[in-house]
Every structure is written in structure tokens, then in C-alpha cells.
């Protein structure tokens, strides 16, 4: 089977027609937990402004797969949760939004889609004051998963997701809506 990347015994699958898929799917049906498409998120605004509701597969490349990127990223910033929590005894929040820049709140920041961890879209930074606006010392870890236009595959999210929850933080914010039909 065409594998784009793999993390912890997920595989990220990539076909070239809907047909392929369908007999990968067959075939596989029995032999595993869960069979998702690579949906499209996007950060939870007024989803009736969009054109098209509903989400598309995403193609990608081997270097886009962000499984491959959560790989290379996962030991970059454990010591600096690690001392937030035991120095300041706060509350450590992942969000995994469109990212965002180190510094008053936000004491890491990583991207598992290969980009910069800031945030160019401004969907993170607006979460961000939300979040410290209830919790005023709350440490952030900011994970981006949506790109610039606030958008991201399923895969993203979850290599997100499991970054967050190796790192043991105490709360994971996502604030994102999807549209998809299996």
C-alpha cells in the first residue's frame, strides 16, 4: 500500500483513484481499528460563510505527512513543559490551532506541518487570549496544525493530539469544525 507516513501504528495511506481506495478498504476492513479519510478541518469560525461545506481528502506528499514531522518534533520540547510545571505548578493548555509566537503566555510552540510555529492566520493568538483571559498563568503550548488560511488535514490534528498528550499537559483546547460524509 502507498504509505505517505506512520506514527505509533497509525498509517497514513495515499491512492490515486477513488477505486484504489475502495479495494484498500476492502481488503483492510478486518485487519484494523479504523479506516478515516485525511479530512479537512478549519478553525471554528462562522462555518455558513463558507462556499462548500463539505470537506475534501487532502493529497499530500511524504514530506507534507505531518506523522513524518510529529516524529522529528517529538522530543523538542519536553524539558520546557516539564519545568513549567514543576517551577510554576501552573496549568499547562495545548492548543492546537494555527500556532503562534513564544513568549508572555506561550512557553513552547511547535508546527507538525512543516511550517514556522507562528501564527499567520490569527485564529491561534485570538484562542490564546480567550484561554488566558479565564486562566491569567496558564502556560500554553501551542501546536499548529492549521495552515495560514486556518486549515488543516485530519492527520495534522491528530499527530497534533498526540503530541500533546506525550507531552502530559493538562488540558488540550481545539476549537475546530469539520464537514464530511464517509
Known amino acids: 500500500y502507498p504509505v505517505i507516513g506512520n506514527y505509533d501504528n497509525i498509517f497514513l ?4 483513484t477513488i477505486e484504489d481506495v475502495q479495494n484498500a478498504y476492502d481488503e483492510l476492513l478486518n485487519k484494523v481499528i479504523y479506516i478515516t479519510p485525511d479530512i479537512e478541518f478549519s478553525a471554528d469560525e462562522d462555518i455558513e460563510d463558507s462556499e462548500d461545506p463539505e ?6 506528499t511524504v514530506q507534507e505527512n505531518p506523522l513524518s514531522v510529529l516524529e522529528l518534533e517529538m522530543d523538542s520540547v519536553p524539558e520546557v513543559i ?8 501552573k496549568l499547562v493548555v495545548a492548543l492546537i490551532d494555527s500556532g ?23 485564529h ?3 484562542m490564546i487570549n480567550y484561554i488566558t483571559q479565564e486562566f491569567s498563568d496558564a502556560n500554553i ?6 495552515d495560514s488560511n486556518g486549515k488543516g488535514s485530519a492527520s495534522a490534528i491528530y499527530s497534533a493530539l498526540e503530541y500533546a498528550i ?9 476549537s475546530l469544525s469539520a464537514y464530511s460524509t464517509a
Do not use: H, R, W, Y
Request: hydrophobic residues 40%; proline residues 2%.
Open 13 to 16: 495511506l495515499q491512492f490515486e
Open 55 to 60: 470537506s475534501e481528502p487532502i493529497m499530500m
Open 82 to 89: 516539564e519545568e513549567a510545571k514543576v517551577d510554576d505548578d
Open 100 to 122: 503562534a509566537q513564544v513568549g508572555g503566555n506561550v512557553i513552547a510552540a511547535i508546527s507538525v506541518i512543516g511550517e514556522s510555529s507562528d501564527d499567520d492566520n490569527g
Open 124 to 126: 491561534g493568538t485570538k
Open 141 to 146: 503550548l501551542s501546536i499548529k496544525a492549521l
Open 166 to 174: 506525550e507531552q502530559n499537559v493538562d488540558v488540550i483546547n481545539l
